[in-house]
């Protein structure tokens, strides 16, 4: 049986393309979480006034990936220390954050980030948010698998590829195979 993961953690086309090629991910969609307007539009998140975060929500199967390889992934491609801000991605829909499913996915997602924390991998403090899952609203279809559609825009290039390069180097043996 499937289980899901919510997370934030700068721009979605990041997340996707970086966790998309993992074994064990069956679906994810890009989308937005965490704030108060009911169907938000990208434009809108991007005005930073909904309180939406833009998220990936992950169907996986914890048999072949588990919810804290995942946790893994998000803290690796993205810096959970800086404040409503990824590089030169500003504003609280950009924002490290996790919504948690059930009280063992809140569990895990404290512990890592005590883990992360006393292992002292940042010299900045972790700022990531862990709250409650409550509504999903996927985004746009162009933001659908969108670094595997445009390689070559700018922003893919400079800025996801590197990611998902990251993640290809740091789990390998983890990748779907072509």
């Known amino acids: 049986m499937n289980a899901l993961a919510t997370f934030g953690g700068g721009c979605f086309w990041c997340l996707d393309g970086a966790i998309r090629q993992l074994r064990g991910v069956e679906k994810i969609v890009s989308g937005y979480a965490g704030g108060k307007r009911p169907n938000p539009t990208y434009e809108q998140v991007c005005s930073g006034t909904t309180g939406h975060a833009e998220v990936v929500q992950i169907s996986f199967d914890p048999s072949i990936i588990t919810y804290r390889d995942l946790l893994g992934v998000l803290f690796t491609i993205h810096d959970p220390t800086t404040l409503n801000r990824q590089g030169s991605d500003i504003g609280t829909q950009y924002r490290s954050v996790i919504f948690y ?9 404290k512990e890592v980030i005590r883990e992360l924390e006393s292992n002292k991998v940042w010299e900045d403090p972790i700022v990531t948010e862990v709250v ?18 445009n390689p070559n825009q700018p922003y893919c290039s400079a800025v996801v ?8 180097k740091a789990y390998f ?6």
């Open 132 to 149: 409650p899952y409550s509504v999903f609203y996927p985004a746009e279809g162009y933001h659908q698998d969108y670094f595997n559609k």
């Open 101 to 109: 499913h059930s009280p063992e996915q809140e569990q895990d997602a």
């Open 161 to 168: 590829a590197p990611k998902v390069s990251k993640i290809r």
């Open 173 to 178: 043996d983890r990748l779907v195979k072509a």
